[in-house]
């Protein structure tokens, strides 16, 4: 495969790129009951914003809320029509169920607390609808992998949101990775910071902050759990490399925390060209000061590059014994992947909910084009890619991974992936 790095020499200019988001759009647009998301929920406000951003897919029905009453009341609040604004997931799907096949809902988007992934995706699934659910993929490993076992059974699709993995910038990381750019990956930092809970939040009742420090609703990890699991799917969505061990020392500094809010973790990849990378994953709540700062350094023999989320139009690229490069975001020079996941032209940022809008847009081409029988063009691999539910299982294991070496010292504890179909 030729090499990226030489065939990269428009960079930085401003025309449009020709080729930007010119894949054909899903339609009709994906009929998707939403599971949670109801009032005072961020995240499923950002859901739907993402799926109507290109036509993708719009919420017809919900079951917004734990509460019946809150359910309904957030469904006619989002504009559903009444007798699709549900009490709870099981009247929803019996209630889809019972409509006209040309009219009920084709997939489910699940953004509910952890503990309330795997049951409405498991139940949905075995219906024959397919599933998208937010990260991690369930609360525990065994509900992953029983989730992933009912997920290739049903054959239907299951697209975990890992939102990072629809970054232009990180398409684009990853095609130079698989290009060979940067030769044999040797290191691995990956960092993901936020500090807002530096202090006791969930004490006050903050919604968000209760329900993430739960054990019972969030599983074993906190912020290994919520932000450490984006940190290591970025780390393998990017250098394409399997984790094999980890190392990990978490701390709780916040007295009365039930779980983890730091989290510093060594790693070690499986071999690939006669090369195992190595690795450093920290992740941390409490840092003052820090709002949403996930980055990723990778070096190999080659070259480096970093990314860095707080600025994700831009990825630097620092070659041996050649001068830095910096690649912008919507420049024509930037190849295929980072083309089909920008929609704007150079100097207009594109971010976080165009990265959701990327995986809804990919899960939903794959879901339009099996009731079609056909492809939607000749760029399937780019198109059609999205974390599966065998991603999101690996990640399951990652968290309880690193939960079960810090409790035994920080012992080195193998991995053993899952697999599926």
Same mark, same amino acid.
């Given at each position: ?255 009365? %925390? ?6 510093? *973790? &060594?790693?070690?990849? !499986? +071999?690939?060209?006669? $090369?195992?990378? @190595? #690795? ?27 990314? %860095? ?6 990825? *630097? &690229?620092?070659?041996? !014994? +050649?001068?830095?490069? $910096?690649?912008? @975001? #919507? ?91």
């Amino acid at each position: 495969m030729r090499r990226l790095i030489a065939d990269r020499k428009r960079v930085g200019r401003h025309e449009p790129l020709e080729h930007t988001n010119r894949s054909p759009r899903v339609t009709p647009p994906l009929r998707i009951g939403m599971v949670g998301g109801g009032k005072d929920s961020f995240i499923g406000g950002v859901h739907r914003m993402a799926m109507r951003l290109d036509d993708t897919a719009s919420v017809v029905a919900g079951a917004l809320s734990s509460s019946p009453e809150r359910s309904r009341a957030s469904g006619l609040g989002i504009g559903l029509d009444p007798d699709r604004a549900y009490g709870s997931w099981q009247e929803m799907l019996d209630g889809e169920l019972s409509r006209d096949p040309a009219d009920r809902i084709e997939a489910v988007s699940i953004v509910t607390p952890n503990n309330a992934h795997h049951a409405p995706a498991t139940a949905f699934a075995r219906a024959g609808f397919h599933v998208i659910v937010d990260k991690p993929l369930t609360s525990t490993l065994d509900d992953a992998i029983d989730l992933v076992r009912v997920i290739d059974h049903s054959g239907v699709v299951c697209c975990v949101t890992y939102n990072y993995s629809g970054y232009p910038m990180v398409r684009l990381a990853r095609e130079m990775v698989a290009a060979g750019d940067l030769g044999d990956i040797r290191k691995v930092v990956v960092e993901y910071h936020q500090g807002w809970l530096a202090a006791d939040l969930e004490g006050s009742g903050q919604k968000q902050a209760s329900w993430r420090t739960d054990p019972a609703r969030s599983g074993r990890g906190g912020a290994i759990g919520d932000i450490g699991s984006h940190a290591e799917h970025l780390a393998r969505f990017i250098t394409g490399l399997d984790i094999e061990a980890v190392s990990a020392d978490l701390s709780t500094f916040v007295a009365s %925390r039930r779980l983890d809010d730091d989290a510093s *973790v &060594l790693l070690r990849f !499986a +071999a690939r060209g006669g $090369v195992a990378a @190595r #690795g450093v994953l920290t992740a941390s709540q409490v840092c003052v000061g820090q709002e949403n700062d996930l980055s990723i350094r990778i070096w190999g023999t080659r070259a480096g590059l970093m990314w %860095r989320q707080e600025e994700p139009n831009h990825l *630097v &690229l620092r070659p041996d !014994a +050649a001068p830095e490069r $910096v690649y912008r @975001r #919507g420049n024509e020079s930037l190849g295929a992947a980072a083309a089909w996941a920008s929609r704007l032209p150079a100097g207009h940022p594109e971010a976080f909910i165009e990265a959701f809008a990327n995986l809804y847009r990919a899960a939903a081409g794959e879901i339009r084009s099996r009731t079609t029988g056909g492809r939607l063009s000749g760029q399937a691999s780019i198109e059609r890619q999205f974390p599966t539910a065998v991603e999101g299982a690996r990640g399951v294991e990652f968290i309880d991974r690193v939960v079960e070496s810090s409790q035994r010292g920080g012992g080195w504890t193998p991995l053993r992936p899952v697999t599926g179909g």
